[in-house]
């Protein structure tokens, strides 16, 4: 079975200093690996995702993630975090065995921005 | 591109009515769409994935009777809360995979439901 787990339900930075966001999953086979991030009362919107290729993955507004396959995570950075940058963060993994057909979603990460 | 909408965006009802909420994929075809239901501070349960042209597959403990989902075409699908009770109320959001593109699942901007 496949799970994830978002080790920090809530983060707070101050403007302009680092952001980690960690997540570790379990799963069965090479999963896919995806960050998206939702904003109050708002649909999620796609960060950036892992499907086997490079082991860095770039995403949007300056997010990056890698994948540790020895320590299974996938965790989330952004060198100088912004104001509108406050919201929640779901890690997800997709089942390589099952075609994306279930997405398991993360318990998410509240992330504050101060300023 | 990969635009999901949902319509409406909020909607407020009576006990004992029913709400349909659509999904449509604006610019990609969508042969599965998937229905989620978030309660605040939670994160999203899965409640159905709905395939174009057959029926839904539902997620145990959602009851298709109540959730009615069609997905009739490559870029349409649709939820219809039947006899909604305040029980009910939740941010309903559904996601549609491009049936050309992978895994990957673009999300809508979410429906909020509140029955009275």
């Known amino acids: 079975a496949q799970s994830v787990t978002q080790l920090d339900s809530h983060v707070s930075v101050s403007e302009g200093t680092p952001v980690l966001l960690r997540c570790n999953y379990s799963?069965?086979?090479?999963?896919?690996l995806f960050w998206y991030v939702q904003h109050p009362n708002k649909g999620l919107q796609l960060l950036l995702k892992y499907t086997s290729a490079a082991t860095l993955v770039k995403g949007i507004n300056g997010f990056e993630a890698e994948f540790k396959k020895s320590e299974t995570s996938f965790h989330l950075t952004k060198p100088s975090a912004h104001m509108s940058d406050a919201a929640e963060y779901f890690c997800v993994v997709s089942p390589w065995d099952n075609y994306g057909q279930n997405f398991v979603f993360g318990p998410g990460t509240r992330l504050s921005v101060l300023p | 591109g990969a635009v999901v909408s949902q319509h409406p965006s909020w909607v407020i009802c009576k006990s004992g009515t029913s709400v349909k909420i659509e999904c449509r994929s604006l610019d990609f075809q969508a042969t599965t769409m998937f229905w989620y239901r978030q309660f605040p501070k939670q994160s999203l349960m899965l409640m159905a994935t709905?395939?174009?042209?057959?029926?839904?597959?539902?997620e145990q403990g959602v009851e298709k009777d109540k959730f009615l989902i069609n997905h009739a075409s490559l870029t349409l699908s649709t939820l219809t809360v039947t006899s909604a009770h305040p029980e009910d109320s939740s941010f309903y959001i559904c996601?549609?995979?491009?049936?050309?593109?992978?895994?990957?699942?673009?999300f809508g901007p979410g429906t909020r439901l509140l029955v009275l």
């Open positions: 709905s395939n174009e042209g057959s029926k839904a597959t539902y």
């Open positions: 996601s549609a995979r491009d049936s050309f593109g992978g895994e990957t699942q673009y």
């Open positions: 799963s069965s086979y090479s999963p896919s």
